[in-house]
């Protein structure tokens, strides 16, 4: 510890330096500003930058899916579907998705982190497109979607998963859960902007989250469950997004399915970006 | 088309029943140092949050290098820069990272972002921490590599929030040869502090903001003289001597007579020096020993107090502060 102190205190010793404060305020060189796509990479290169300076929080990504997968395949596998094996053709689609979604709500801490420690003030005040800040978050969290598919795709193709898609149905299953995950995002940036702390923002997301991931097709056939219910199931969009990346990574999607979820994903979209986007100029 | 830097007429902000900007008129020259000189929850970050456009102001009108900050906002934040009363920069990054970050949102490519960092980062004297997080640096080293983030690109003018609150008087000193630097380059800076010999140091003129309100307006000097040249600050051996120096200061200064809470120590203007002098002669031939003492200039308790009459009401005021943070 007493080398820390010395060290903070030599550093705190490097002064300014009067000319070199002259020559930095007199170079004057004022670039033509960003466009929306650079803008936005840069915010997605500052996410990236976090996760390596921070790798505690792919922790999320990589153990709760592990874990998800492994329990929900070894406990109801028999019971559900014989065995394991048999189960893990039918989980695996849907899990992947529920990982997925389940991360979706740290955009929304990650914002309300963000306006707390007062640096969002700083982003504000540039002159770049407005949406960049966002984008940029949710460009840096595709990669932790990707990374936790992956993380589930393996350790599924390792328990037995043989999906009859091939490389291209898996990727095109993987795709459209981001999509998906995408559009909700946005449901989670407005909580983020509104919401005082970040763990407001997280129990209100788990709030939603909890029932729309359960009351769905993911774990269990909806035949089995009472009418009211399967009403509800039915018309969740999660049922006809997991049902839809069953069959890319299957035998192929029902039309149906796919125009829900791109329907469904145009709609988040159309409501709660423009949503955020108000409250974020006026917050 | 104004010539003024900054114009606001009639200025509000209304958070809940707390009207925390209430009607401010400020007219700030180019090339200036405006102080915004008033204790916490006087209004100072509100409106200095309304003029870099980050809050929308509830009613009045504000211009900024002669652009409406409401109806021309990107007009104004391509030529102006921020500096808040917290570290605006990521706490998870580097001072690079952070500064290649900002250079490239204003448009730098890559070689020319890392460029500009390296060479703000070397400036500022934090070269050696480049490439250490934020949340590692000190106080002094936080303010400084928040100034060089908004200077990236050399803005017209600069508003700095408090920039020296909680820091120890080697980095203030730092903060305000920055000012000084940025001056002699031309750029106008509006400032906020809860200090008067900071506003004094650096302001070429001082708004006395209070309660949302502009209550006096001048350069320092000016406002100074309505106060008073200076305060005398007096400490006594004992309390039972203060009471008979405290006899002697009204009768020799003619003022009020502050005593603090301690007993011993005695606060009065002091318009005339000498007479100060002749004071603290007839003080130690009367036999009140005097263990301290100071003539310096009027604290902002002093100033308000000239001014509005009352004293700075600083732990209501805190808490409105906070929840303006809230609504944030």
Redesign the interface.
């Known amino acids: 510890m007493t080398t820390t102190t010395l060290d903070t205190t030599a550093e705190e010793a490097g002064t300014l330096d009067d000319s070199k404060l002259r020559s930095v305020l007199g170079n004057r060189v004022r670039p033509d500003r960003p466009g929306a796509v650079s803008a936005s990479l840069t915010f997605g290169w500052r996410a990236m930058l976090k996760i390596k300076h921070v790798p505690e929080q792919l922790f999320d990504v990589t153990m709760f899916p592990i874990m998800f997968t492994l329990l929900f395949t070894y406990l109801f596998g028999g019971a559900l579907e014989g065995s394991p094996t048999a189960y893990i053709q039918i989980l695996a689609p849907g899990i992947l998705v529920q990982t997925v979604i389940f991360i979706t709500m740290y955009a929304g801490m990650g914002l309300n982190n963000d306006i707390k420690k007062g640096v969002f003030d700083r982003f504000r005040s540039l002159p770049i497109w407005r949406p960049a800040p966002m984008v940029g978050l949710l460009l840096g969290d595709a990669v932790r979607f990707i990374l936790a598919s992956l993380v589930v795709l393996t350790l599924s193709l390792i328990i037995g998963f043989r999906p009859e898609g091939g490389v291209i149905g898996v990727v095109a299953g993987i795709g459209l859960t981001l999509v998906f995950a995408f559009s909700i995002s946005w449901i989670w940036t407005l909580l983020g902007l509104v919401m005082r702390t970040p763990e407001a923002v997280l129990n209100t997301a788990m709030t939603i989250l909890f029932p729309v991931i359960f009351a769905s097709n993911i774990f269990v056939n909806p035949d089995t469950m009472p009418g009211w219910l399967q009403t509800v199931v039915d018309l969740n969009p999660i049922t006809h997004l997991v049902s839809a990346v069953r069959g890319l990574m299957g035998t192929g999607a029902e039309t149906s399915d796919l125009i829900w979820v791109f329907a469904s994903s145009a709609a988040l979209i159309a409501i709660f970006a423009p949503l955020t986007m108000r409250r974020y100029s006026r917050l | 088309m104004s010539e003024l830097a900054i114009e606001t007429k009639g200025l509000v902000k209304v958070f809940g029943d707390n009207r925390a900007v209430d009607g401010v008129d400020l007219q700030i020259t180019p090339g200036m140092v405006f102080g915004l000189l008033g204790p916490n929850g006087a209004g100072k970050t509100t409106t200095i949050r309304m003029l870099?456009?980050?809050l929308?102001p509830d009613g009045g009108s504000a211009t900024v290098l002669g652009h409406d900050v409401v109806t021309e906002a990107?007009k104004v934040?391509?030529r102006?820069?921020?500096t808040?009363?917290?570290?605006?920069?990521?706490?998870?990054?580097t001072g690079t990272?952070n500064l290649v970050?900002?250079a490239?949102?204003?448009?730098?490519?890559k070689a020319?972002a890392k460029a500009?960092a390296a060479?703000?980062l070397?400036?500022?004297?934090?070269?050696?921490?480049a490439d250490r997080?934020i949340k590692n640096y000190?106080g002094?080293?936080r303010r400084?590599i928040d100034i060089a983030?908004s200077?990236v690109?050399?803005p017209d003018l600069i508003f700095l929030d408090e920039p020296t609150t909680g820091l120890d008087p080697r980095s203030r000193n730092?903060v305000w040869?920055?000012v000084r630097?940025?001056v002699?380059?031309g750029?106008t800076v509006l400032l906020t502090t809860q200090y008067l010999d900071e506003a004094d140091q650096l302001a070429d003129r001082i708004a006395v903001i209070d309660h949302g309100k502009v209550i006096a307006e001048g350069t320092s000097s000016e406002l100074k003289a309505s106060v008073g040249a200076g305060a005398l600050h007096v400490r006594v051996s004992g309390p039972e001597r203060a009471e008979r120096a405290e006899q002697m200061l009204v009768d020799s200064l003619g003022g009020e007579v502050i005593r603090e809470s301690d007993g011993v120590s005695l606060s009065a203007r002091a318009d005339d020096p000498t007479r100060v002098a002749a004071l603290l002669t007839e003080l130690s031939n009367a036999g009140v020993e005097v263990t301290e003492f100071s003539l310096g200039q009027p604290s902002l308790d002093e100033v308000f107090l000239a001014l509005t009459g009352h004293p700075v009401e600083e732990e209501t005021e805190r808490v409105d502060e906070r929840e303006e943070e809230?609504v944030?």
Do not use: C, H, K
């Open positions: 870099a456009t980050l929308r990107d934040r391509s102006v820069s921020m808040g009363q917290y570290a605006s920069v990521d706490e998870d990054l990272e970050m900002l490239r949102l204003l448009g730098f490519d020319g500009r060479e703000l070397d400036a500022f004297g934090l070269g050696d921490a997080q000190s002094g080293m400084r983030a200077i690109v050399a730092q040869n920055v630097a940025l002699a380059d750029t809230a944030r």
